[in-house]
């Protein structure tokens, strides 16, 4: 079986073991027959965009800030490794608070690179609203701006708590 068939089975078969799911097998099948759904990912669409149009613009930021495909694909698989080497494994969550950043999106794409699951956390959550989404998902780890909009988002991230919490690791950009 080829490594996209594996990971579609893989990704099918957790999907189908979910308690909150209403689709069944059969189901599924109908969409992958009917090509409304696919075996390639976001990440395969990325890898793709870096081999064909490397020099492309892939982000635009609020700040203006442009990446290309290339650097995209580049950064991302940074972010992958790194996470690995620190640790964190396929199937781990982690907690990304970020604004409209490059960063953010890079770092929710190097995590699905290599089976990381992201907690998305909208930039409004307060230190009990991050408590409660952290204790509900288990996330190992979180990325935070140090400083956005003139809040310390790090003053959120108490280190006591956050052990009680089990974070491994806290990224603060």
């Known amino acids: ?17 979910r308690d909150d799911v209403t689709l069944n097998q059969d189901r599924i099948n109908q969409f992958l027959s009917s090509g409304q759904w696919s075996d390639e990912s976001f990440v395969d669409y ?14 635009v930021d ?3 800030k442009k990446t ?9 698989n940074q972010i992958a490794h790194a996470l690995l080497e620190l640790g964190l494994k396929p199937e781990d969550r982690i907690a990304i608070q970020l604004p409209n950043w490059s960063e953010y999106i890079l770092s ?3 995590a699905a690179k290599v089976g990381i699951l992201p907690v998305l956390c909208h930039m409004p959550y307060t230190e009990h609203d991050l408590d409660y989404v952290m204790s509900l998902t ?17 003053s959120f991230i108490d280190p006591k708590r956050s052990q009680d919490l089990g974070f491994e690791w806290i990224f603060a950009l």
């Open 62 to 64: 609020e700040s203006g």
């Open 68 to 76: 290309t495909f290339s650097e995209y694909h580049q950064q991302t």
């Open 138 to 154: 288990q996330a190992k780890a979180i990325i935070i701006p140090d400083l956005f909009k003139n809040k310390n988002y790090l």
């Open 108 to 110: 929710l794409m190097g």
């Open 46 to 59: 990325l890898e793709h965009h870096a081999r064909t149009n490397p020099n492309g613009i892939a982000i």
């Open 1 to 17: 079986m080829m490594e996209r068939e594996v990971r579609l089975k893989r990704s099918v078969n957790r999907l189908l073991s």
